[in-house]
C-alpha cells in the first residue's frame, strides 16, 4: 500500500474494522516514512463465471440493462431497477461465492423482478430459461397464479349470533350495539 501524502510503499495497519454489513473492511494505516496516518476501504470484488469459462467483474450496470429490456413499456422506473440491482448484487454477495456462476445471476434476477412486475417477469423468464412454445409460458403463469396470495373475500352476512345468547346481547356476536342519543 502506497502512502497518499509521500508514495512510501510501506505503511502499517493501526486498527481494522468491518464495514458495509461484512462486505468491505475499512483499515486505518500509518505511514513509517513520513508517520500520516490514512484509510483504506478493501472490498471483495465479486466475479462472474462464465459459461465459457472465462470470469468477469461483476457489473451491475450490465445486469440493470438485460432487466430494462424485459421492462420497456412496463410502469417500471429507474429508481425501481436501480433497487433491483442492488438486490441482486446484495444476494450474490451473501451467496458466500468469490465467482458465482453466469445463471446464478439469472436466478437472483428472477425473484426480486417478479414481486416488482409480472409481465417483466415473464419477458426476462422467457428468454433466460429459453421458453420453446406457448406451453412454457403457460405453465409458468400458472405457477405465477399458484404462488399469488388469496385476494380476501368481503363477507357481506355479519357472524351469525350464537343460540345461547341473551336476547340484546350483541357483544357476544362481534356486533357493537349502537349508541343511545339521550345519554
Excluded: N
Excluded at 470470469?55 to 425501481?80: L, N, Q, Y
Excluded at 399469488?148 to 356486533?175: K, L
Amino acid at each position: 500500500m502506497h502512502c497518499p501524502y509521500c508514495r512510501h510503499t510501506d505503511t502499517r495497519v493501526i486498527d481494522s474494522r468491518t464495514a458495509d454489513d461484512g462486505g468491505a473492511i475499512r483499515r486505518r494505516r500509518q505511514c513509517s516514512d513520513c508517520q500520516k496516518r490514512f484509510s483504506t476501504v478493501e472490498q471483495m470484488q465479486l466475479a462472474v463465471l462464465k459459461r465459457s469459462g472465462a470470469t468477469e467483474p461483476f457489473d451491475r450496470a450490465k445486469a440493470i440493462a438485460g432487466v430494462a429490456k424485459a421492462c420497456k413499456g412496463r410502469p417500471v422506473g429507474d429508481d425501481d431497477l436501480a433497487r433491483l440491482g442492488q438486490q441482486v448484487e446484495d444476494a450474490l454477495r451473501a451467496s458466500g461465492w468469490a465467482e458465482a456462476p453466469a445463471h446464478e445471476v439469472g436466478l437472483a434476477i428472477l425473484g426480486p423482478l417478479r414481486e416488482l412486475d409480472e409481465v417483466a417477469y415473464l419477458r426476462f423468464a422467457s428468454v433466460y430459461r429459453s421458453f420453446e412454445s406457448a406451453d412454457d409460458f403457460e405453465t409458468e403463469i400458472a405457477m405465477l397464479r399458484a404462488e399469488r396470495p388469496a385476494p380476501a373475500e368481503a363477507r357481506a352476512d355479519p357472524p351469525p349470533i350464537p343460540a345461547d345468547a341473551a336476547p340484546g346481547d350483541t357483544a357476544r356476536a362481534g356486533v357493537t350495539p349502537a349508541r343511545s342519543r339521550h345519554t
